[in-house]
């Protein structure tokens, strides 16, 4: 469910780079390459554009077909273009969309948890379409203030003084529970849930109030998804590693 959501993420955004960080991401942005989004470019993670993408965790040394070649620092010319889809991470979200993996904790100097930093997340969110993936849907993710803005909500966004960030785009929340967007003022809300899960259950899980109509329900894959998945994207199933079955 979680891998066809984030397919169903990358199917409109035509030809572009795919940017999926976490194992249910990257077999999302392969899965749409190969059935919704053939024009989705998609790296193998070192130098290599693939036309047909080798199983989950290998390179183009262990299989697929290579289409082009795209070096680390031409990323940056891609990004600065806007013609990339980044899904992330996220250690903390707020309503707005404002995301945090860099520390837990309101203390600089002596951070509860250290993470990964912001990383590419800044250029990421006033270049392009970004989404962001939570495996564990939790109050501790959903909080009402980021302790740490890395990714830029829409209420920076439309803070912001100068045009420096017209091009900021926020698309999709996926989790382990629903599928969240945002509404017109740029709160995040309840697209859908997953099959088994109540938007109450979603609501009770979450850190600030989800306002909106009734939530639908997150598609099922087909049977020609859920082959691909299982024996062409991710034949190991690392998949259950990051959202159990």
């Known amino acids: 469910m979680c891998a066809v959501a984030c397919a169903d993420a990358f199917a409109g955004s035509g030809r572009v780079l795919a940017h999926a960080v ?15 989004n053939p024009e989705l470019a998609l790296s193998d993670g070192e130098a290599f554009l693939m036309a047909e993408p080798p199983p989950l965790g290998g390179t183009a ?18 990004l600065a273009a806007g013609r ?34 912001a990383r590419g997340a800044p250029g990421n ?12 849907h939790s109050p501790r993710v ?8 890395c990714g830029v909500g829409h209420d920076r966004a439309r803070a912001h003084p100068s045009t420096a960030l017209r091009f900021h785009d926020l698309g999709v929340v996926i989790t382990d529970l629903a599928v969240l967007d945002y509404d017109g003022e740029g709160r995040l809300r309840i697209r859908t849930v997953h099959p088994g899960v109540t938007p109450d259950e979603v ?43």
């Open 22 to 36: 976490g194992t249910v991401p990257s077999i999302g942005a392969r899965l749409a390459r190969l059935t919704s």
């Open 84 to 117: 990339r889809h980044s899904m992330m991470g996220a250690s903390q979200v707020d309503r707005f969309g404002n995301q945090n993996i860099s520390r837990i904790g309101p203390d600089w100097n002596r951070p509860k948890r250290q993470l990964i930093g």
């Open 61 to 78: 040394a262990d299989g697929g077909v290579v289409e082009g070649w795209l070096p680390f620092r031409s990323v940056f010319d891609v």
């Open 203 to 245: 609501r009770a899980r979450t850190g600030f109030p989800l306002d909106g109509p009734v939530a639908g329900r997150t598609r099922s894959p087909t049977a020609e998804e859920l082959r691909l998945i299982r024996e062409v994207i991710d034949p190991r199933g690392l998949r259950d590693r990051e959202v159990p079955g």
């Open 142 to 149: 959903f909080v009402e203030a980021v302790d740490v803005v």
């Open 125 to 136: 969110t006033v270049n392009h379409r970004t989404d962001y993936w939570v495996a564990r």
